[in-house]
């Protein structure tokens, strides 16, 4: 079965940083999107980043010069970057991934980690 772990979560204070990680695993032939997407109380969940098996990426504007997306092909791992945090990043963020496995062409879901920013 494939999955989606996520890491990196927590707390931090208005400006700062936080670096999270998302690793595919299971009986996985290849990884090709993936990405990052929020969900705020009382929201909807909202593409943060995006990036292709080539390295391709795509940010939403809110994030824009602050995130940085970039993944570990070898390892089938995503990373998102997060610098000069503001208290309207918190939110859950979860990690996505279209793969190629023994079960078929799938998209993944993380079970979500928990960002929160303080002001």
């Known amino acids: 079965q494939v999955q989606l772990v996520e890491s990196g979560g927590g707390l931090v204070q208005a400006g700062g940083s936080l670096r999270l990680s998302c690793a595919a695993s299971?009986?996985?032939?290849?990884?090709?999107?993936m990405g990052w997407y929020r969900q705020a109380p009382r929201k909807q969940r909202e593409l943060v980043a995006a990036i292709t098996s080539g390295g391709v990426t795509n940010y939403a504007d809110s994030v824009k010069g602050r995130f940085t997306i970039s993944r570990d092909n070898a390892k089938n791992t995503v990373y998102l970057q997060m610098n000069s945090l503001k208290p309207e990043d918190t939110a859950v963020y979860y990690c996505?991934?279209?793969?190629?496995?023994?079960?078929?062409?799938?998209?993944?879901w993380g079970q979500g980690t928990l960002v929160t920013v303080s002001s």
């Open positions: 299971g009986n996985i032939f290849s990884v090709h999107a």
């Open positions: 996505n991934a279209y793969t190629d496995s023994y079960e078929g062409y799938l998209e993944v």
